[in-house]
């Protein structure tokens, strides 16, 4: 995008509010199973995480995440021999909250479901347990971290006999890969035969998905191509709102508005990614573009710089622009 004029003050500032986000997307419906809903204030979200461990300071970064059982297999012995099963469609989706010492697990798939709650003392290195399977199963218990991430937990189970115990560990493969066992113990502080296990894999959608939106942002920065083309990234129903301009709600408005900042000069820039989540088929993406206008007439470029927020849609299988608005710091 260019600008044929000096901005004036639009907004100073752009935040992730309920009532913003509320305007943003009036219309726009939500396919999503489970969704929680809080402030950032300056923290990392999820998927900025994933990309990054190194943004958070959460002792649990490392599992943020969308996991899946690794070739759809699970070991277990609840009495009797080993056995070896296929367990389909396993799906964890791990996430931080709204504090950086704690994660939360919601696991779907074949029933019992369930979620897991794990929480860091920092003063005492401590993680606390807590966890809910089909309609009996709460546990209870704590442990600690050791060796690189992995961690190590002791949680007692309601409906498991009277002084057992299972330890719990969680061993890092690679990054995208970690290995769970669950050995149970008798009062007694024996082990009872009865364990289960698997590795689970990081569903590695997201990643893909950064790059689908850096690839339309890098078409956005391409004043070389055509107008006609660079507005097919954008779509039928784009609402677009720029600094001193009005609000445009179809694309061909978009394609006239393109062409007539293009007749004025040209704009030599760079879109950036701040953070994006994803909600079902629809994915909201923070950012900011710095560079410089230059007018058709000659003269000094006029740099410019301004934070924007993007809702994207799938259309046949393309990301699409369906709302933006970019803002401008005051003078």
Same mark, same amino acid.
């Given at each position: 995008?260019?600008?044929?004029?000096?901005p004036?003050?639009?907004?100073?500032?752009?935040k992730?509010?309920?009532?913003?986000?509320?305007?943003?997307?009036?219309?726009?419906?939500?396919?999503?199973?489970?969704?929680?809903?809080?402030e950032?204030?300056?923290r990392?979200?999820?998927?900025?995480?994933?990309?990054?461990?190194?943004?958070?300071?959460?002792?649990?970064?490392?599992?943020?995440?969308?996991?899946?059982?690794?070739?759809?297999?699970?070991?277990?012995?609840?009495?009797?021999?080993?056995?070896?099963?296929?367990?389909?469609?396993?799906?964890?989706?791990?996430?931080?909250?709204?504090?950086?010492?704690?994660?939360?697990?919601?696991?779907?798939?074949?029933e019992?479901?369930?979620?897991?709650?794990?929480?860091?003392?920092?003063?005492?290195?401590?993680?606390?347990?807590?966890?809910?399977?089909?309609?009996?199963?709460?546990?209870?218990?704590?442990?600690?971290?050791?060796?690189k991430q992995?961690?190590?937990?002791?949680?007692?189970?309601?409906?498991?006999?009277?002084?057992?115990?299972?330890?719990?560990t969680?061993?890092?493969?690679?990054?995208n890969?970690?290995?769970?066992?669950?050995?149970?113990?008798? #009062?007694?502080?024996?082990?009872?035969?009865?364990?289960? @296990?698997?590795? &689970? *894999?990081?569903?590695?959608?997201?990643?893909? +998905? =950064?790059?689908?939106i850096?690839?339309?942002?890098s078409?956005?920065?391409?004043?070389?191509?055509s107008?006609?083309?660079?507005?097919?990234?954008?779509?039928?129903?784009?609402?677009?709102m720029?600094?001193?301009?009005?609000?445009?709600?179809?694309?061909?408005?978009?394609?006239?508005?393109?062409?007539?900042?293009?007749?004025?000069?040209?704009s030599?820039?760079?879109?950036?990614?701040?953070?994006?989540?994803?909600?079902?088929?629809?994915?909201?993406?923070?950012?900011?573009?710095?560079?410089?206008?230059?007018?058709? #007439?000659?003269?000094?470029?006029?740099?410019?710089?301004? @934070?924007?927020? &993007? *809702?994207?849609?799938?259309?046949?299988?393309? +990301? =699409?622009?369906t709302?933006?608005?970019?803002?401008?710091?005051?003078?």
């Open positions: 995008m260019a600008y044929s004029k000096p004036h003050y639009i907004l100073a500032d752009m992730f509010t309920l009532a913003f986000l509320c305007l943003l997307l009036a219309g726009i419906t939500f396919a999503q199973q489970t969704s929680i809903s809080y950032l204030n300056g990392a979200s999820n998927q900025a995480i994933e990309d990054s461990v190194g943004l958070s300071n959460n002792p649990f970064a490392q599992f943020i995440g969308e996991w899946a059982l690794k070739d759809e297999t699970w070991i277990q012995n609840w009495g009797g021999e080993n056995d070896t099963i296929k367990i389909p469609g396993h799906h964890t989706v791990i996430a931080k909250i709204n504090t950086d010492n704690s994660i939360l697990s919601i696991v779907d798939g074949p019992p479901n369930g979620h897991i709650f794990w929480s860091y003392n920092p003063n005492t290195g401590e993680v606390g347990h807590l966890s809910s399977f089909g309609n009996i199963r709460a546990g209870v218990g704590k442990g600690a971290f050791y060796g992995n961690l190590r937990l002791k949680v007692s189970f309601e409906g498991e006999a009277k002084g057992t115990y299972r330890m719990y969680y061993e890092w493969i690679n990054k890969e970690y290995a769970l066992l669950s050995i149970q113990y008798n #009062e007694k502080d024996q082990p009872t035969g009865l364990f289960y @296990k698997g590795n &689970f *894999v990081r569903i590695s959608k997201n990643q893909s +998905l =950064k790059e689908e850096e690839t339309v942002l078409i956005l920065d391409d004043n070389k191509i107008k006609e083309e660079q507005i097919r990234v954008y779509a039928e129903d784009i609402v677009h720029a600094p001193n301009n009005k609000v445009i709600t179809d694309k061909k408005a978009l394609l006239d508005y393109l062409k007539e900042q293009e007749r004025l000069g040209h030599e820039m760079k879109h950036q990614m701040i953070e994006y989540s994803e909600h079902g088929d629809v994915v909201i993406m923070r950012g900011q573009v710095k560079g410089i206008f230059y007018a058709k #007439e000659g003269g000094d470029g006029y740099p410019f710089q301004t @934070k924007n927020l &993007f *809702v994207f849609k799938k259309e046949k299988g393309d +990301l =699409k622009i709302k933006v608005i970019y803002n401008m710091p005051p003078n």
